[in-house]
């Protein structure tokens, strides 16, 4: 079976310095998206166009909590991936966010 998954690589989300006010984001990081992981979006994307469904452009991402050895300051660290295998169809996810302390 060939590999359905386009790996993208690693990255964090940290305290955001600049925030302003209480509306602002808490934390903030940037996702790269690698050429492998266009090309999979594109032929999720195509392959659902040919059958005249909605395309679901998903990028998944696996997240591991941390603390800054510098400051304690808390940050996610990130790694990407699309899956451009065929999909189950699942039911939404409930709503539920728990308050989780760092």
Known sequence: MENQT???E???INNNNFKR???GPDMVGKLLLTKDQLQALIQIY???REE???PQLQ???AAWKG???QDGKPYLYCKPEVYFGPRKNKKAAP???PEDEW
Do not use: C, Q, R, T
Request: glycine share 4%; charged share 40%.
């Open 95 to 97: 709503d539920e966010h």
């Open 59 to 61: 990028i998944d991402i």
């Open 6 to 8: 386009a790996k993208g």
């Open 52 to 54: 005249n469904e909605h």
């Open 21 to 23: 006010n209480d509306k």
């Open 46 to 48: 195509e392959l659902a």
């Open 10 to 12: 690693a990255f964090y």
């Open 67 to 69: 603390k800054s050895k």
